[in-house]
């Protein structure tokens, strides 16, 4: 497979490192994040953060399949821009990059900072949604059937 420029580039920069491929690996961080979305899905609505956090790592799963199916791991870039980088791979819009990024900032933030402001409702539904959204197009992208 022949990698997108992007991705040659950030090789090239240092931020991603080339990678074999693991078999089986891109399937199973799809399935990963599938399984995340059924467990955000249904959580207590009175606990937006659990249903926030099972989404975001969900989203971040399927970041990592899209990676994977590119052969490439993040090096110091970490996190933030291998979420931008399969956020374009995805074709979100302006808002839905805006969602997954500020999610990410959240997450951060309110792991490592400070638990407050609480997560809110619309913050946990908003990112459900866009993992809901975004697990078809990951399948699609990397040619992979979800297996449930």
Known sequence: MIR???????????AFAAVAATQGAVGQ?????????EAASSMDPSKPMLAFTMAYEGFYCLVQGVLEFHTVRTKDAGRN?????????????VG????VTDAHS???????TSPFPPVTK???????????????????????????
């Open 106 to 112: 959240r997450r951060n933030g309110t792991t490592y």
């Open 96 to 99: 839905e990059f805006k969602l």
């Open 81 to 93: 821009l291998a979420i931008q980088r399969v956020a374009g791979d995805l074709k979100l819009s």
């Open 4 to 14: 997108p420029p992007e991705y040659e580039n950030l090789i090239k920069s240092g």
């Open 122 to 148: 619309a913050e946990a539904s908003a990112l459900v949604s866009l993992l809901a959204k975004c697990l078809p197009l990951a399948c699609g992208l990397t040619g992979t059937a979800l297996v449930t």
């Open 29 to 37: 961080y799809l399935k990963n994040a599938s399984d995340y979305l």
